[in-house]
């Protein structure tokens, strides 16, 4: 078979090309954040595009670009220990989208939140396909979470038991 994401087949990708292509596509956000705890907020950003040939003026801007998209421009030198819970997340998001990737795949993001941080949370991921035309993934136990979604698959032990589209 093949796999095409967008106008790319990526079935026929050497290791090699799928790590390159990932690097620049895909944007991962998990429910723990994965933030190192002794960089500012701005070096966890910064971390995915020290793996790109870019200038340190070009991460820069990108780094405080995704911060400020996110709403954290105030606090680029805070530690995550420093950060809320919500605000952690809002760092995470914003080294899942420093690359612009096209795709980002979310690993229970509110999962780890208390209501109003979960609420932000999904309104920011929903402003992020809505203003800026990402396609997000998101895996979820939570309902709320969910009910936000255009389209829902629901698995069971690895099967597809049933699917829903959101009302246009």
């Given at each position: 078979?093949?796999?095409?994401?967008?106008?790319?087949?990526?079935?026929?990708?050497?290791?090699?090309?799928?790590?390159?292509?990932?690097?620049?596509?895909v944007?991962?956000?998990?429910?723990?954040?994965?933030?190192?705890?002794?960089?500012?907020?701005?070096?966890?950003?910064?971390?995915?595009?020290?793996?790109?040939?870019?200038?340190?003026?070009?991460r820069?801007?990108?780094?405080?670009?995704?911060?400020?998209?996110?709403?954290?421009?105030?606090?680029?030198?805070h530690?995550?220990?420093?950060?809320?819970?919500?605000?952690?997340?809002r760092?995470?998001?914003?080294?899942?989208?420093?690359?612009?990737?096209?795709?980002?795949?979310?690993?229970?993001?509110?999962?780890?939140?208390?209501a109003?941080?979960?609420?932000?949370?999904?309104?920011?991921?929903?402003?992020?396909?809505?203003?800026?035309?990402?396609?997000?993934?998101?895996?979820?136990?939570?309902?709320?979470?969910?009910?936000?979604?255009?389209?829902?698959?629901?698995?069971?032990?690895?099967?597809?038991?049933?699917?829903?589209?959101?009302?246009?």
């Amino acid at each position: 078979g093949e796999i095409w994401v967008g106008d790319q087949e990526i079935s026929g990708m050497s290791e090699a090309q799928l790590a390159r292509w990932r690097t620049r596509s895909v944007g991962f956000v998990f429910q723990f954040y994965h933030l190192m705890s002794v960089l500012s907020a701005y070096r966890n950003v910064e971390l995915p595009l020290l793996l790109l040939p870019l200038s340190a003026a070009e991460r820069k801007r990108q780094v405080l670009t995704a911060l400020e998209i996110v709403g954290l421009s105030d606090r680029i030198h805070h530690k995550p220990g420093q950060l809320s819970g919500g605000q952690q997340q809002r760092v995470g998001i914003a080294r899942a989208i420093v690359t612009d990737p096209t795709l980002i795949v979310a690993d229970e993001p509110t999962g780890d939140l208390d209501a109003k941080s979960a609420e932000e949370i999904l309104d920011l991921l929903q402003e992020l396909r809505a203003s800026l035309g990402k396609t997000i993934i998101m895996v979820t136990h939570d309902p709320r979470a969910a009910s936000r979604a255009d389209r829902v698959l629901h698995l069971d032990k690895g099967r597809l038991v049933n699917e829903t589209r959101a009302e246009a």
